[in-house]
């Protein structure tokens, strides 16, 4: 099993001013840690050759744990662009936005809800912007490493919110970390991910 990272799709100080580049070092420095973690626990077992994503859905105890995270964090990294990339703050037109408008009101209510249930988690965890079997969109807040592959969502939207994620820029002040957050969401992506 590959320990390597997938390189970032951007330079790791190109998601400034809102996370600098000390911040996504010592983010991609504990993501890295998983990977070793992940590969030392799946070696010798059935998992050494098995996809992350089947390792998730699974694996159970401290290697669920540990594959679940690395690729919460996968997909949290492409959930993010550079400013010079980001077109819009939001999901403006299209199937995306039409959606956002049936579940949440506007974008401008799915940001409010979605940072409510990320500012009312306990403790560490992810925050989920998902898309139903039947299409509609819903929030999904799961605690330590949980993700929506163990169950029948598909995540479009994913934020980190342990403590690492937001430390180093934010003093471990989440609110502010969520402010930044959304300033570097990557619409377009989270759109090719809406069917």
């Known amino acids: ?3 390597e990272l997938p390189a970032l799709p951007y330079a790791h100080d190109a998601l ?7 911040a996504v070092d010592q983010h991609r420095q ?30 159970s105890g401290t290697l669920f744990n540990t594959a679940a995270e690395v690729w919460n964090h996968d997909f949290y990294w492409a959930c993010l662009r550079p400013p ?4 819009s703050p939001g999901a403006d037109s299209g199937a995306l936005a039409e959606a956002i408008d ?6 401008d209510g799915l940001r409010e809800q979605f940072t409510g249930l990320a500012l009312s988690l306990f403790g560490s965890g992810w925050i989920w912007l998902v898309q139903r079997r039947n299409g509609a969109l819903a929030l999904v807040a799961t605690a330590n490493a949980g993700n929506p592959l ?12 342990w403590e690492h994620a937001y430390g180093v820029d934010h003093a471990g002040r989440r609110d502010r970390y969520l402010e930044a957050f959304w300033h570097r969401v990557d619409w377009p992506a989270v759109a090719a991910r809406f069917e």
């Open 1 to 3: 099993m590959a320990t």
């Open 16 to 22: 400034q001013p809102h996370f600098s580049a000390a």
């Open 30 to 59: 504990h993501h890295q840690a998983l990977a070793n973690s992940l590969a030392r626990l799946a070696a010798g077992t059935r998992f050494e050759a098995m996809a992350l994503p089947d390792i998730v859905r699974q694996a």
């Open 84 to 87: 010079a990339d980001s077109a």
């Open 102 to 107: 049936e579940a949440f009101g506007s974008f």
């Open 150 to 161: 163990t169950g029948t969502d598909t995540p479009l939207l994913a934020c980190d919110v």
